[in-house]
């Protein structure tokens, strides 16, 4: 396949309009214009502020002219001490043009630490919906809250946990760790049973995702939820990407859910990017024509906030089981899968490792959280289990290996095949930090040396995990915090589970594998982070459907971890 090539990504990008405007005016300096000057506009997807830091804040709209042979709009923003705008603390104007579907970004700067701020953008005889934003505090040891999110499909439901977080009201940021669209068609992934919900994919936007026209489609489509139109409103977002907002099991060139007759990768990856650049409220730290994404937020003493990306800029190809499997005669290859898992392959890539380091190294906060996609703790699952015909036998073969494990532990003698499948273990997810061992070990010896207290959260699965994490030698390096999927189904879907089934494999899996300590498998919903000077808790919070509007939140998991 085709490596990147940094021209071919700035060819595509030469079309890109306006970028992001930079207000540095102070008070009084700038003003949001006179009306007639302003374009007559709709803002149907709502606003949005994100990526905080003490003195700045990034605004975002999307605002499409009333007359469509207009191509560039002009717009005033304003940005103010209340939620009745009669303290102006800055306004100022902005443009932008079909180029970058009319989304419009305002970094405002020289603003206050630790402070609110209203906001909202102005046509000429319309006015935004207004938000609520915070700057991040400078200096001292302030308790924070976090909402974290991730895997939100449009098709699979409402978004009742961002409506949820969004009645919130001390939520200090959102923390979106990506799969915030999913690429998929209709009859796709998670799509059935969606029309009878009404939430079908338009017939202009039905198909797998391909272009830059189909993506912005897709964030057009997500912007109309209510819940995720009222979480932005609510709070600055900081988010990363994770594969579906390119594809499937993506990696640095390619992607499982990428054939080669479905045109150039990297093409498709730069019109994904683009539009997630367009559409989500961040400012990437090497500006929108740029894939680095990583980038770290300082909350005052308390969190050093690590966002990675483990996707794009540097991961090598995941493994998969089914290369290792003799066609014929079915037998693994357990020497030649070792010896390429312990090979040197990259999640994150070199750079990005060595930028982490760094930042670990320099960080005198109490806390610093990594905010990725993947698990990161080991998630060893009896082998016996991979080896089930058909997927109907995997969660009873998990339930009595569990009951023999505990035997075990109670000092039961067991017979040779029985002890097998309690200690023959094998990770279930190459594509997550499992299948890069060399890294996380390399990861976890930098956070040990430099004496660091570890925070890991994350996305991905579709459920809520909370594991120890350890060295290969055992020792203790921090904990990790993974939260449930908005929508997306999760294993009870994949394991075709019902409630009960469900609670009582979670229960049993802590004791199948080893640095687990709570799972949740078939409850959609996402997961609050407290920080303090003690501690780091946890909060899951899970929702009784995404079926309807209607929800209630119908259960609460809390784990604290006081540090090393
Ligand atoms: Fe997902």
Redesign the pocket.
């Known amino acids: 396949m085709k490596q990147f090539n940094r021209r071919d990504f700035l060819k595509l990008f030469a079309a890109t309009g306006a970028a992001v405007t930079v207000s540095t005016a102070l008070q009084g300096c700038a003003s949001v214009g006179k009306a007639s000057e302003r374009s007559s506009v709709k803002f149907d997807h709502g606003v949005a502020s994100g990526d905080p830091t003490s003195n700045a804040i990034l605004l975002w709209t999307r605002a499409v002219p009333e007359n469509s042979a207009e191509k560039q709009v002009t717009l005033g923003w304003e940005l103010a001490a209340d939620e009745n705008f009669s303290s102006i603390i800055r306004s100022g104007t902005a443009t932008t043009s079909a180029s970058r579907d009319y989304t419009v970004k305002v970094d405002v700067t020289q603003l206050s630490p630790n402070q609110r701020y209203y906001y909202r953008f102005l046509g000429k005889n319309s006015k935004s919906p207004s938000g609520k934003t915070q700057t991040l505090p400078e200096s001292g040891l302030k308790p924070l809250k976090f909402a974290v999110f ?2 939100s ?1 449009y098709p699979a439901g409402y978004f009742n946990p961002y409506s949820e977080a969004a009645r919130d009201d001390s939520i200090d940021a959102v923390i979106h760790l ?2 915030y669209i ?1 690429e998929y068609g209709a009859g796709g992934y998670a799509t059935q049973g969606s029309q009878e919900i009404g939430r079908g994919l338009p017939e202009n936007n039905n198909t797998e995702l391909f272009t830059l026209t189909d993506y912005r489609r897709r964030y057009a489509l997500y912007r109309t939820d209510e819940g995720l139109q009222a979480l932005h409103a609510h709070a600055p977002f900081i988010a990363v990407w ?3 907002e390119i594809s499937n099991d993506t990696w640095k060139n390619g992607a499982e859910n990428h054939q080669e007759d479905e045109g150039s990768f990297i093409e498709r990856r730069a019109a994904a990017v683009q539009a997630y650049y367009e559409w989500l409220p961040i400012r990437p730290p090497q500006g929108e024509a740029n894939l680095t994404i990583y980038r770290d937020f300082k909350f005052g003493d308390l969190v050093d906030l690590i966002m990675l990306d483990t996707r794009i800029i540097g991961r090598d190809k995941q493994l998969n089981y089914d290369d290792y499997r003799d066609a014929e005669s079915g037998q693994f290859n357990t020497q030649k899968f070792q010896q390429d898992m312990s090979s040197d392959r990259s999640i994150m890539g070199k750079k990005q490792l060595q930028w982490l380091v760094n930042k670990l190294n320099n960080s005198s906060a109490r806390w610093q959280v990594l905010g990725q996609q993947l698990l990161m703790g080991k998630m060893n699952f009896p082998a016996a289990a991979f080896a089930a015909d058909d997927r109907s036998k995997v969660t009873p073969l998990l339930l009595q290996i569990a009951e023999l494990k505990k035997r075990l532990q109670n000092g039961e003698e067991l017979t040779a095949q029985q002890k097998a499948m309690v200690t023959q273990v094998t990770p279930y997810n190459l594509d997550a930090w499992d299948g890069y061992p060399i890294e996380r070990e390399m990861l976890y010896r930098a956070a040990q040396k430099a004496n660091k207290q570890l925070v890991v959260i994350a ?4 459920n809520a995990w909370h594991s120890e994490l350890r060295s290969s030698d055992g020792a203790h390096i921090g904990m990790e915090f993974a939260t449930s ?1 908005v929508s ?1 189904p999760g294993m009870e879907a994949y394991l075709s589970l019902d409630t009960k089934t469900a609670e009582q494999l979670a229960k049993a899996l802590p004791t199948l594998i080893e640095d687990l300590k709570y799972t949740n498998l078939h409850q959609r919903g996402y997961m609050n982070l407290f920080a303090s000077e003690d501690a780091v808790e946890a909060e899951w919070v899970f929702v009784d459907t995404i079926r309807s509007k209607d929800y209630r939140v119908v259960n609460k998991h809390r784990a604290r971890y006081t540090g090393s």
Not at 459 to 462: E, K, L, N, V
């Open positions: 991730s895997c499909n990506g799969d999913y994770d594969d579906h996305g991905d699965t579709h999927s997306s």
